[in-house]
């Protein structure tokens, strides 16, 4: 299509000079150009040749007028051309020019109602309507026969890199009724979680053998996490943990363990008890070890109300109120020290060599029967 490019310079009233230029289609812009003409438009000679698109000039009523011309392309599919527009006019406007007639089953990008407000390019698609579920709503949309994630694009319909379709992106839209979109996000966000506490066992001889003494209470810490969470459609998924970091530090629990006494007591020879102290004894039996269990307030064969820490006898083999310890030969459990209060049949014929004693029954039958090595200290 033949055009004319020019440039005028224009003196305004005021008597300032205004450097303006121009491209213009001759067949779209005949009209506007002699439009101009009665204007008596002041316009200085010399004027240099440029591409810019734009012509300007000062009417007698002493207003400035611009008017302007975009080149558009227009591509239905077989033929190619290119078109001047104004700025305003239509994209059906320019497919009637360009002699296209939409079908049933085509549309154009951008739409027939979509106004030019550039250079911009036109196509015409062969098309089909799919149902389109995203963002909480279904639409019937026409789309073009191109692949899903193109025919999206272009019907304006945005998709994330990691949004999830109910068909592959490079489907045909022809082989496609319907497409569910799923928004996938991320969100960064900080949580704080407790650090617990390390249990320290320290050896005194300060309290006796066999006992226990908290020396510093312990107490969590806390760490913030900051997490990159995936949400999908609104709703969370997963989440991977981006950083850590320790906003209280944890304060250890310290416990003192017994051991006055350990060197003084014994001479046949020493265990390590279940806190590591190596105790000296005066001497060890092995047998059978059983359980037993009695309500609270009953009484023992010393006369003690029965507890745990206390365990059954014979005390011809072990004297009453002797400290023992009782641990299962092969160090599947431990009973721990125990202070020897009361005795039973079992004890008397040899048939045990120690009964502990627990106030559950369940943990009785835990306990069932096992061979024991029982260490008499004193």
């Not at 004027?47 to 734009?54: D, G, H």
């Not at 033929?79 to 360009?98: I, N």
């Not at 599947?332 to 502990?356: F, I, N, P, Q």
Request: proline content about 3%; overall charge negative.
């Amino acid at each position: 299509m033949a055009h004319n490019s020019f440039r005028r310079k224009y003196l305004t009233k005021a008597g300032v000079l205004v450097l303006t230029s121009v491209m213009l289609c001759v067949s779209a812009f005949a009209v506007a150009e002699a439009a101009a003409e009665p204007d008596e438009s002041i316009a200085l000679p010399g004027a240099e040749i440029t591409e810019n698109k734009i012509y300007d000039y000062l009417s007698n009523d002493g207003e400035f007028h611009v008017l302007s011309a975009y080149e558009v392309t227009v591509n239905d599919g077989d033929d190619t051309c290119k078109l001047l527009a104004q700025s305003g006019d239509t994209v059906s406007r320019l497919l009637r020019e360009a002699h296209i007639s939409l079908g049933k089953n085509q549309i154009s990008v951008p739409g027939a109602d979509a106004e030019i407000t550039g250079d911009t390019e036109i196509r015409v698609y062969d098309a089909k309507q799919v149902s389109v579920n995203a963002d909480g709503e279904t639409k019937k949309m026409m789309l073009p026969e191109v692949t899903v994630e193109e025919a999206l694009t272009l019907a304006g319909v945005e998709l994330g890199r990691e949004d999830i379709l109910s068909v592959k992106r490079t489907d045909s839209v022809k082989e496609t009724d319907a497409v569910t979109i799923k928004r996938v996000t991320y969100r960064e966000e900080t949580v704080s979680e407790s650090v617990p506490y390390e249990k320290v066992k320290e050896n005194s001889d300060e309290v006796e053998l066999g006992k226990t003494k908290i020396k510093t209470e312990g107490s969590v810490g806390e760490k913030a996490i900051l997490k990159r969470v995936k949400y999908i459609d609104g709703k969370r998924d997963s989440s991977e943990t981006v950083t850590e970091k320790i906003v209280k530090k944890p304060v250890d629990e310290v416990t003192l363990v017994g051991t006055k006494g350990a060197s003084e007591a014994g001479g046949a020879g020493t265990f390590t008890d279940e806190n590591g102290v190596k105790v000296p004894y005066r001497y060890k039996l092995t047998g059978s070890g059983t359980a037993y269990t009695a309500p609270a307030g009953a009484l023992t064969a010393t006369g003690n109300a029965v507890q745990e820490g206390c365990v059954a006898i014979n005390p011809s083999l072990i004297p009453y109120g002797s400290k023992v310890y009782v641990e299962a030969t092969d160090g599947s459990r431990v009973y721990g020290y125990a202070t020897a209060t009361d005795t039973g049949g079992a004890l008397m014929d040899g048939s045990a060599v120690v009964d502990v004693f627990y106030f559950s029954y369940d943990a009785c039958c835990n306990w069932g029967r096992r061979d024991v090595n029982v260490y008499v200290l004193s």
